[in-house]
Nanobody, 115 residues
């Protein structure tokens, strides 16, 4: 019932930056946690970053210090600011949102880091 739509993916040079957006069809206030996951070819989907309703954040060790998750309640969006991108960051990035009763996923947006 909750729709999530990612945008902002693309091709970027190593060391570059990119910001991903996730637009939700419902107020962000109904989610106790929202986050970003990614899946590279041949690999398992992994948690990249998440933010709880209380504003607490968790980052994968591989992105700590480089990525920042944030939210904008007015725009019903969460963001993933990605800096100092590496080729290993190449993956399809998915937005996730969880309520106490259900979870939702976006369709994903491709991020390719290559020179």
């Amino acid at each position: 019932q909750v729709q999530l739509v990612e945008s902002g993916g693309g091709l970027v040079q190593p060391g570059g930056s990119l910001t991903l957006s996730c637009a939700a069809s419902r107020s962000l206030s109904i989610f106790y946690v929202m986050g970003w996951y990614r899946q590279a070819p041949g690999k398992q989907r992994e948690l990249v970053a998440q933010i709880t309703s209380g504003g607490n954040t968790i980052y994968a060790d591989s992105v700590k210090g480089r990525f920042t998750i944030s939210r904008d309640y007015a725009k019903r969006k969460i963001y993933l600011q990605m800096n100092s991108l590496k080729p290993d960051d190449t993956a399809v990035y998915y937005c996730n949102a969880e309520t106490m009763g259900s979870g939702s996923w976006g369709q994903g947006t491709q991020v390719t880091v290559s020179s």
